[in-house]
């Protein structure tokens, strides 16, 4: 019996501690951002252009270019995102061009981002001539974040209980009406809450602007849509590994590196504090 | 009044909170068509308007269709003028030289066997860690504990790949470095070692659904066979959800092998034909990325890239597929 308990307790311990380390590589990397970053935070960090090839002055362009880049994708795949998962939840009978359509969610999902780069060059960069601009930007990472608006969004649609379609169907209301007055209402926190997701997501990715959109250093502003910008992970990853003296400018790199962390998980933190809030309000 | 089917919607949610029945969509346009004041045209609107809602969505959901048929056709449109000249055998040499001023040579085999290293060594290092740590998060962690580990992985997902890169270069690399003796640390080691921690995150969370999944009486029986909780866990769950267990390393695989910015940064980006973890090595999606920038558009050595952008592309889609349809077969049964 005691060898029974030993072995139970020493199998318990091996899964607690390697659940832990998980966690505490996590916590390990974040630390280290935020100890060695939040020195390098001041108004004039946040609020001035670089100077001297990044190694002195600022990121402002760089926040600058990452909120139009985010915010442009999110205008274009939210929408996008969430009518398709209001046809995939609400319409969609099993059949041929519903699997059609879930098989290339799927496959979107998995479409590795550098891929999208790719793609975005050749589409929008080149074949419609945005050139390498924000518009480009914004379309490749509208594309690449799509599927995460679509499934956030469709699980919201489907935890908004049968009955309350069934009630308004039963009264004469057709599924439009159904789905505007019944179902949308209690769904639409939900899938707000899983769409904030992918604007993590697409604030925190290099690949795809990479080739579509980001500029290492620009003498000013973007004035349109269609100039490229400057971008927060882009501008990490050449002062990282291109900069001439890149020990010299560690500073600036954590700063920049913690400005980053900072939105995302600003993002993320919200939609996992907001998803709690709405589950407790709405519990079937 | 009466016969206006909005009024009767209205009275079926009649039983929610009130603050839960005030819509987000009234007025606007749908207010406008129910202002026109006879109810025979309010009707007709009413049923094109349900029509055009379906047709709509539809629309809008074939988007992803669309989105994925394109990434298929431009990759192959600009890839394509390579098989005419210098031809797509070229693609299988063992040497990676891509610019030179007398023979330029685009054999993949290097790139792809620098992402099968990594992704291979990720996962060694990912499916203990990422299985055992979904493991305890579904089986043995209390719920307190749960909510907290929970959040801190999603934590982890969502560090961004560059800033993981960053952390690879500063601490990690420097770090393999001196523990194993080398001359660098940007090495394959150092970048499977920040793979297996974005693996890590789809595997735990996957694996978690799966173990969860099994239904309760499964260990109802085994426990009252008299076998301890541990015994539970290891002999009946586990193998329960073996399957699932399965799709989720895979899906985390395919994470891996697409990621690009961590392994750009870490891996040291030489072509090397090697299996040895502690050589510099170069994957495809580094290549993509380091060299984008530099070559001429419609060259061959873009076209090369595009050819590498499309090995890649299937790699993840038979990886995905694979998962999928493991995914399928065990939530069928």
């Known amino acids: 019996m005691n060898k029974r308990n030993l072995l139970d307790n020493l199998g318990l311990w091996t899964f607690r501690i390697i659940a832990y380390s998980v966690v505490g590589a996590v916590a390990y990397i974040l630390l280290d951002i935020v100890v060695k970053g939040a020195p390098s935070i001041h108004w004039d960090f946040l609020s001035s252009p670089p100077r001297k090839s990044g190694a002195a002055g600022g990121i402002f362009p760089a926040i600058l270019g990452t909120v139009y880049l985010t915010s442009g994708a999110m205008l274009v795949a939210f929408p996008l995102g969430m009518a398709s998962a209001i046809y995939l939840s609400e319409y969609a009978r099993q059949g041929r061009f519903t699997r059609a359509i879930r098989l290339a969610i799927i496959t979107l999902s998995g479409v590795p981002s550098i891929v999208f780069g790719l793609f975005g060059l050749g589409l929008f960069v080149l074949f419609f001539g945005f050139g390498a601009s924000i518009l480009s930007g914004c379309l490749t990472l509208a594309c690449m974040i799509l599927p995460t608006i679509i499934v956030a969004s469709e699980e919201a649609l489907r935890a908004v209980p049968q009955y309350l379609r069934e009630g308004s169907l039963a009264l004469g209301a057709g599924p439009w009406q159904t789905i505007r007055k019944n179902v949308l209402p209690y769904a639409i926190p939900g899938m707000v809450t899983g769409s904030i997701l992918g604007i993590g997501r697409a604030a925190g990715e290099t690949a795809p602007i990479l080739l579509t959109a980001a500029a290492f250093y620009l003498p000013r502003l973007p004035k349109s849509a269609l100039d490229p910008c400057m971008a927060l992970p882009y501008h990490l990853y050449v002062l990282a590994t291109q900069h001439p003296s890149a020990d010299q400018v560690r500073p600036m790199q954590y700063g920049t590196a913690f400005t980053l962390v900072a939105i995302v998980l600003f993002f993320n933190v919200g939609a996992i504090l907001l998803r709690a809030h709405f589950r407790k309000k709405y519990q079937w | ?333």
């Open chain 2, 1 to 333: 009044m009466g016969l206006e089917p909005d009024a009767k919607v209205e009275e079926a949610g009649g039983e929610h909170p009130p603050a839960l029945r005030a819509t987000p969509f009234e007025g606007g346009l749908v207010g406008a068509l129910r202002a026109i004041p006879f109810a025979g045209g309010y009707f007709r609107i009413a049923g094109a308007s349900e029509r055009g809602a379906r047709l709509f969505f539809a629309a809008c959901a074939s988007t992803s269709m669309l989105i994925v048929l394109l990434i298929f056709l431009f990759l192959f449109k600009e890839a394509v003028p390579f098989v005419s000249k210098p031809g797509l055998s070229d693609l299988a040499g063992t040497r990676w030289v891509p610019v030179s001023f007398q023979h330029e040579l685009f054999g993949i085999l290097p790139l792809v066997l620098g992402s099968l290293l990594v992704t291979l060594l990720a996962s060694v290092l990912a499916i203990p860690f990422g299985v055992g740590a979904a493991i305890y998060i579904a089986e043995l962690a209390r719920p307190a504990e749960r909510e907290f580990l929970k959040p801190c992985i999603e934590m982890l997902a969502a560090i961004p790949s560059v800033v993981l890169g960053f952390f690879g270069l500063v601490v990690l690399a420097p770090l393999v470095k001196a523990v194993f003796h080398l001359s660098t640390g940007l090495t394959a080691l150092s970048g499977a070692i920040l793979l297996a921690l974005m693996a890590a995150p789809t595997i735990i969370s996957i694996a978690e659904d799966a173990i969860r999944s099994v239904p309760r009486s499964y260990r109802e029986a085994s426990l009252a066979m008299g076998a301890t909780h541990m015994q539970t866990v290891w002999k009946v769950t586990t193998p329960a959800a073996l399957s699932g267990i399965v799709a989720a390393v895979m899906l985390g695989m395919g994470r891996v092998v697409g990621e690009t910015m961590a392994v750009l940064m870490v891996t040291g980006n030489a072509a090397m034909m090697t299996l040895s973890p502690f050589d510099s090595v170069r994957t495809m999606t580094a290549t993509i990325a380091a060299e984008m920038g530099e070559v001429t558009f419609g060259s061959t050595h873009y076209q090369a890239l595009f050819w590498v952008g499309i090995t890649l592309l299937f790699a993840t889609f038979i990886l995905n597929m694979v998962a999928q349809r493991v995914l399928r077969k065990y939530q069928r049964s």
